[in-house]
């Protein structure tokens, strides 16, 4: 079946260190996004591709990067500079297309203590 | 700049009918879409109406827009326990980037 996987499904870190949220997709398709979920905030893009190779920031990119060296991978660091790391992350891929909608992966639980 | 605003909560008594509401700005909008969250896990789309429509029915939902007003509402029919979820309003205006609401928790007691 495809469909977009998100790894691991809970993360704990300390303060001060990276961590790489995984993010693999088997629907072929071209641009791949990044939100972050806060409870009553709804969703906030991080970032997106829309092609390998290339990137663009979202609205809160600030303490976050990303890469997109396979059509299949788009993996988020959250680097120590970002300060409420704390939250649930969601990735998604879609035909970058007006009449395609997102899907989901399950997300991860990342929590920085 | 694009805005999607929902209520935040709505509580029914199961077997009720639940209406979520959705209002946009962004009149370029050409489809509209409604995902369901299910506690930890990530979003499902639900169904989506193009703006050349008033209504689409799929089993037990209802989506009706309201193309002048910018609105947009779901109704679930006999609604049911495992519908108590997270639902989201989402709009494609001028990117292929959605909008999203910020999400109406849908509780539903006996």
């Known amino acids: 079946d495809g469909g977009i996987t998100q790894s691991p499904k809970y993360l704990f870190r300390k303060e001060g260190q990276n961590v790489t949220l995984s993010c693999e997709q088997n629907?072929?398709?071209?641009?791949m996004y990044w939100y972050r979920q806060d409870p009553g905030q709804g969703l906030r893009l991080i970032y997106y591709s829309q092609i390998v190779n290339d990137f663009q920031k979202g609205d809160i990119a600030e303490g976050y990067s990303v890469s997109r060296e396979k059509k299949e991978s788009f993996p988020l660091t959250v680097t120590s500079a970002q300060k409420n790391p704390t939250a649930f992350y969601l990735c998604a891929s879609s035909i970058p297309a007006r009449d395609s909608p997102l899907h989901f992966g399950n997300g991860t639980r990342l929590t920085v203590t | 700049g694009e805005d999607v605003e929902q209520s935040l909560f709505l509580s029914v008594r199961e077997g009720d009918s639940s209406v979520i509401n959705c209002t946009y700005t962004?009149?370029?909008?050409?489809?509209l879409y409604w995902y369901k969250q299910e506690p930890g896990a990530g979003l499902q789309l639900l169904t989506y109406i193009f703006s050349n429509m008033d209504m689409k029915q799929d089993q037990r939902l209802t989506v009706l827009l309201n193309k002048k007003d910018k609105h947009l509402s779901l109704r679930i029919a006999d609604t049911q326990t495992g519908d108590s979820a997270i639902y989201f309003c989402?709009?494609?205006?001028?990117?292929?980037?959605?909008?999203f609401g910020r999400g109406t928790s849908l509780i539903v007691h006996p």
């Open positions: 629907l072929n398709h071209d641009a």
């Open positions: 989402a709009e494609n205006g001028g990117s292929y980037i959605p909008t």
């Open positions: 962004d009149s370029s909008s050409t489809y």
